[in-house]
Antibody
Framework: QVQLVQSGSEVKKPGASVKVSCKAS????????ISWVRQAPGQGLEWMGW????????NYAHHLQGRVTVTTDTSTSTAYMELKSLRSDDTAVYYC??????????WGQGTLVIVSS | QTVVTQEPSLTVSPGGTVTLTCASS?????????PNWIQQKPGQAPRTLIYKTGNKHSWTPARFSGSLLGGKATLTLSGVESEDEAEYYCLLIYGGAWVFGGGTKLTVL
């Protein structure tokens, strides 16, 4: 079955960067896409960006452009999300989800990122 | 800034039927917005129930259905069960960028 397994929790200082991984299995990774979503404590879901594992095309949420980068490594069926210049309000659980042809499928289990001095 | 609006909260009795709606600040929601509906229970990762307006995944219970009505995307639960108590989010696409609604907290009481 389709599985997305994310990397573990991170604690970062303001101004630092974080890179979260999402390893996919159970489907042809290179023919699909991955979206990244975050959820601040007690808040709703926020879409951050998307990447096609087929051709590397990306789309980003306007307010995060320049700070977020999503990439893939098709040799390991892994997607990555890097967020730079971290602030305290970037503290959130970060999720990856399979997103192909406007179809949202399976989600990862989430990665908690805490930004604190 | 595009805003997707959902009811903040709804309450339904077990066995009842409830419809959640999803509206766009840009106008009527059409199939071109490719509505997806996401369920999230406390402490759990989200789960996609409905994609492209009204299509179900293999894991989606039959009591969930999606459609378009009155310029909005809708999610209808028929024969509600206690396990359906959760937050529900709609998701619309605007020129390559997805936008989540604020979520509807569904209480089964």
């Amino acid at each position: 079955q389709v599985q997305l397994v994310q990397s573990g929790s991170e604690v970062k200082k303001p101004g630092a960067s974080v890179k979260v991984s999402c390893k996919a299995s159970g489907y042809t990774f290179s023919s699909s896409g991955i979206s990244w979503v975050r959820q601040a404590p007690g808040q709703g879901l926020e879409w951050m960006g998307w990447i096609s594992a087929y051709n590397g095309n990306t789309n980003y949420a306007h307010h995060l452009q320049g700070r977020v980068t999503v990439t893939t490594d098709t040799s390991t069926s892994t997607a990555y999300m890097e967020l730079k210049s971290l602030r305290s309000d970037d503290t959130a659980v970060y999720y990856c989800a399979r997103d192909y042809d406007y179809i949202w499928g399976s989600w990862g289990q989430g990665t908690l990122v805490i930004v604190s001095s | 800034q595009t805003v997707v609006t959902q009811e903040p909260s709804l309450t339904v009795s077990p066995g009842g039927t409830v419809t959640l709606t999803c509206a766009s600040s840009t106008g009527a929601v059409t199939s071109g917005y490719n509505p997806n509906w996401i369920q999230q229970k406390p402490g759990q990762a989200p789960r996609t129930l409905i994609y492209k307006t009204g299509n179900k995944h293999s894991w989606t219970p039959a009591r969930f259905s999606g459609s378009l009505l009155g310029g909005k995307a809708t999610l209808t639960l028929s024969g509600v069960e206690s396990e359906d108590e959760a937050e529900y989010y709609c998701l619309l696409i605007y020129g390559g960028a997805w936008v989540f609604g604020g979520g509807t907290k569904l209480t089964v009481l």
